[in-house]
Nanobody
Framework: QVQLVESGGGLVQPGGSLRLSCAVS????????MGWYRQAPGKQRELVAT???????NYGDSVKGRFIISRENALNTVYLQMNSLKPEDTAVYYC??????????WGQGTQVTVSS
């Protein structure tokens, strides 16, 4: 069974930075797209950023210019570098991976809290 293991969440002050990681294991099919989504209390899950195997990235409007997504294909790992964090970035961040059959897998989520 495919597993996604996230790490790197925590508490940070406004203006600070955090780096999230997500590693996909036990996938026998090629992972095509990887990405991050987030869900704040009382809100719908929203796109943060995605990246294809070829390196093409896409960002949600609220994080453009502050967050950077990257990946290591050989490790089936995706990263999210979050800079200039704001209180409104507080949410549970979920990793998502899509394989060549267009099946989606989700991580368990990691909490990011931006507060002074």
């Amino acid at each position: 069974q495919v597993q996604l293991v996230e790490s790197g969440g925590g508490l940070v002050q406004p203006g600070g930075s955090l780096r999230l990681s997500c590693a996909v294991s036990r996938s026998i099919f090629t992972i095509v797209t990887m990405g991050w989504y987030r869900q704040a209390p009382g809100k719908q899950r929203e796109l943060v950023a995605t990246i294809t195997r070829g390196g093409s990235s896409n960002y949600g409007d609220s994080v453009k210019g502050r967050f950077i997504i990257s990946r290591e294909n050989a490790l089936n790992t995706v990263y999210l570098q979050m800079n200039s964090l704001k209180p409104e970035d507080t949410a549970v961040y979920y990793c998502r991976a899509s394989d060549i059959r267009s099946l989606d897998y989700w991580g368990q989520g990691t909490q990011v809290t931006v507060s002074s």
